[in-house]
Every structure is written in C-alpha cells, then in structure tokens.
C-alpha cells in the first residue's frame, strides 16, 4: 500500500506482463520491430532516472518483476494481461508458463489472466475451455491487431468473435481486457479501432470490456461509445506516463475519462514492464488537474483511491485492508 499525508491508498496494477524478446524467440524481424517500438515508448516517456538498458528490457524474469512490483513499486495486487504475437515470437511474447507459475507461487499478489484468438476457431474454442478451467480465468486479454497467416486483426463483432464471448460468459471469464490503443510497429493501425467495442458490448450486458489504453488516440470515439455502454472501463495503460512527459495532456485525458465514465470505471495500469509502477502511483497521487483548465473540476482523494486500486479490486474480487475501503455515504 501506498501512504501519503494520512491517506493510504491501496493498488492495483491492473496491466502488467512478463515477454521475452530475446533474439532466440524472435521469428522474424518483426518481433525486433514489436520490442523496439515497445522501447521506444519506454525510452521516450520515462524520466530518465526510469530507463532501462535495451538488453533487461527484452527480458527481465519473475524475480525483477516481483522486486519492481510488491517491494518497491507501491503494488498491493497485479493482473498479467498477455499477449502472444504468435507470428512474431517462437515461444510467444508473453510467457504464458512462467507468469502462470509466478501467479500460483503468488496468489493474493497475482492474477493470471490468458489470451485467445477467435481465428482458431473449434480448435481455439476447445482450448479456451482448457485454459479456463486449468487458470481458474476471471478475465482475457484480447489483441485484435494480431497477425494470424494472411488476416492482420480481428473485429469483436465478428462471428467467431461473438462465439468465443459467449463461451467466456458461460464459463465465468467476466472480464474482457482489450487492446485499444497507439499503434505498435508493425501492427496496422485499423485494427486497434475501438469502434467493434460497441456492439459487443451491447450484446454481451454482462460482460465488462475494458478498453486498455482508453482508446488512445481516439479518446474521444471510446468517451461516446463508453458513456453510452455501462460495461464498458478505461484502462490507464500507455496514459499513465504522460503524467511524466505531457502533464496537460494527461489531465485532459483524466479529465475527459471522468466527465464520461466517472471514477468508478478507470483502472490504474503501469503496462509493466513499459513502466515501472512506483513512480506512476506517487505521481498520480500528487497530481491535479492545472487551475486554469476550467472545463475539469479537481480530482479527489475519493476518485484517485478507486483509479488507482478500488476499481479493479471489485472486478477481481480482491479483498481489501479495513483502512482502504472508502467510507459509505451517509444515509446509505
């Protein structure tokens, strides 16, 4: 937990990853080109007290995530939310076995979330009705940018799409992280549109879809979708550090989300190992809306404890300390 001027604030990291993009599990030059635009990210919106050599960016292990995360990161919980880029790494990008035995070794610390891909369709189905019952899923993470043979992404209203969520409804797997965000070299920028997110999201009521990324850059296409579909979240991931490089335009994004959304369907996400949480969760802690943007009233203490961990916890069913659950109103 995080404590700072007699507030604690407890955290949940709901976007983190283990990869290997190791020159041995690249397959082609795309996966160089997949981590080097993930470095770029890095590079470019960390201060430089953050930055890592390129050679522990392509893989850091479990020990260095747990020590980043739990001891000096501020992290109370941590999802992984996977993806595999199977045309692009041998092995997969995110290492499926090592982060699922780090969440079994670390059950009130981690959740596993897995990956699928609705192109594999029987075969894939039949697998995902493996992995459920073998991680125990209460969430997926989906990658609609995904090369798979001559197809270069994915739509969620497909009808394979539509296939695996009801097979996710039917077996518990609630909650449907999806990628939604900037481009990454050499994904094509169409396919991370949010714009499919609509009509899943109304066909599939109880099901929550969080938009990783918000939407970036189409922040204000998710705001109308979002704000119209009450199962559809913000996640911060690739947001967050603009707090760091571009403060204005994070709190016009912060600000947007909670004029849409309100504060109770925004995550806090770190995309570890993009970032590392620490100093993200004491920025964001400190951070407040500039007086002279107008259009946005200040943050709350309230509203950054339910970003930051309150929110994810109640999709997760995360038990929470005494002393980090919020106060009911009065007369409630």
């Known amino acids: 937990m995080y404590a700072k001027d007699g507030e604690t604030y407890f955290i949940v990291d709901a976007h983190i990853a283990l990869w290997d993009a190791r020159p041995e599990n690249r397959l082609n030059i795309h996966g160089k080109q997949f981590i080097d635009c993930f470095y770029d990210y890095h590079r470019n919106l960390s201060p430089d007290s953050e930055l890592w050599s390129y050679e522990e960016f392509l893989y850091y292990g479990g020990e260095r995530l747990m020590k980043d995360l739990f001891t000096d990161g501020h992290v109370d919980h941590a999802v992984f939310q996977p993806a595999r880029l199977g045309a692009f790494y041998r092995d997969g990008f995110g290492q499926t076995e090592e982060a699922f035995a780090l969440a079994s070794r670390h059950p009130g610390k981690l959740t596993y979330n897995h990956c699928w891909d609705p192109r594999f369709a029987e075969d894939g189905l039949a697998r995902l009705r493996r992995d459920a019952e073998r991680f125990q899923l209460k969430g997926a993470k989906l990658y609609t940018a995904e090369w798979f043979g001559d197809s270069r992404g994915y739509r969620l209203d497909d009808p394979w799409s539509y296939r695996y969520l009801e097979a996710a409804q039917e077996l518990g797997i609630r909650n449907i992280h999806i990628h939604k965000g900037p481009t990454i070299r050499p994904l094509d920028r169409d396919a991370f549109d949010v714009a499919d997110v609509d009509k899943a999201a109304t066909d599939f009521p109880e099901l929550t879809f969080v938009v990783e990324h918000c939407g970036l850059p189409r922040l204000e296409d ?29 709190a016009q994004i912060i600000g947007e989300l909670l004029y849409w959304l309100d504060e109770n369907r925004i995550q806090f996400s770190s995309d570890y190992a993009l970032w590392t949480p620490r100093w993200l969760v004491e920025r964001f802690v400190d951070f407040q809306i500039p007086a002279d943007m107008t259009e946005y009233p200040p943050l709350t203490v309230a509203q950054k404890k339910k970003i930051l961990g309150l929110n994810a916890a109640a999709m997760y069913d995360i038990p929470l300390p005494a002393q980090c659950a919020l106060a009911e109103p009065a007369g409630v």
């Not at 998710?222 to 994070?250: D, K």
């Open 222 to 250: 998710f705001c109308w979708i979002a704000t119209q579909e009450p199962n559809v979240h913000a996640g911060l991931a690739v947001a967050m550090p603009f707090i760091h490089s571009r403060p204005r335009y994070f």
